[in-house]
């Protein structure tokens, strides 16, 4: 059963730093890692995807990196804004049959401080 | 460019009423189609998943149904509302293994 952890919960920084979050999973076979931002009380925005084959995707100040071996992914946030406070969540696919049902993490809080 | 709509934004319905939610996406054809529930403390729950008209797979017991009477439209209904249906519940599409888009989410709370 594939399980998604993220790690820490919430986060607080002050602006101008440079953050990462993690990802765990507990099945590495999967087919790619979705990274979603989701605003109170909104729906989730797609911010990367990386493929099984890609070792890093890059957005902006955004760069994620997938260790498929380890199931690991990370998030890493460049000069962080307060505009940036938000949840992240990642995703990975159910490996049962290559389903495209995502399993997701619970999360993690990110408060930028101005 | 591909959009998801979702309605109504928010709802307050009692204990033992129907519901009906509904999400219809744009711009694309034959999309899988997926029903979420996120309530406080337990991340995004999977309900629903759709790979094409008429074929709905359910995720987990529950007091929900969905139907996918077209394409590109996507329903969430219940005959009688439990208190435990509160959440705010999210539809959501994708293609080919791509990206998951989500739509802005209904608050449904029962009272």
């Known amino acids: 059963k594939q399980e998604v952890t993220q790690i820490p919960a919430a986060l607080s920084v002050p602006e101008g730093e440079n953050l990462v979050l993690n990802c765990s999973f507990t099945?590495?076979?999967?087919?790619?890692l979705q990274w979603f931002r989701q605003d109170p009380g909104k729906g989730l925005t797609s911010l990367l995807l990386?493929?099984?084959?890609?070792r890093e995707q890059t957005s902006g100040r955004l760069n994620a990196s997938l260790d498929k071996s380890s199931g690991r992914s990370t998030l890493y946030i460049a000069a962080s804004q307060p505009g940036d406070s938000a949840t992240y969540l990642c995703?990975?696919?159910?490996?049962?049959?290559?389903?495209?049902?995502?399993?997701f993490g619970k999360g993690t809080k990110l408060t930028v401080n101005p | 460019s591909q959009t998801i709509h979702q309605w109504p934004a928010t709802l307050v319905q009692p204990v033992g009423s129907p519901l009906s939610l509904e999400c219809t996406v744009e711009?694309?054809?034959?999309?899988?189609l997926y029903w979420y529930r996120q309530a406080a403390g337990r991340g995004l729950q999977l309900l629903f998943y759709?790979?094409?008209?008429?074929?709905i797979s359910s995720e987990v017991p529950q007091n929900l149904s969905a139907s996918r009477p077209q394409d590109r439209q996507f329903i969430l209904s219940s005959k009688k509302l439990l208190l435990s249906d509160s959440g705010f519940y999210l539809c959501?599409?994708?293609?080919?293994?791509?990206?998951?888009?989500f739509g802005p989410g209904t608050r449904l709370t029962v009272t």
């Open positions: 959501a599409w994708s293609v080919r293994r791509d990206r998951q888009y």
């Open positions: 099945d590495s076979a999967i087919y790619n």
């Open positions: 990386i493929q099984s084959s890609q």
């Open positions: 995703a990975v696919p159910l490996t049962q049959g290559g389903s495209e049902k995502l399993v």
């Open positions: 711009g694309t054809s034959n999309p899988n």
């Open positions: 759709s790979v094409g008209i008429g074929q």
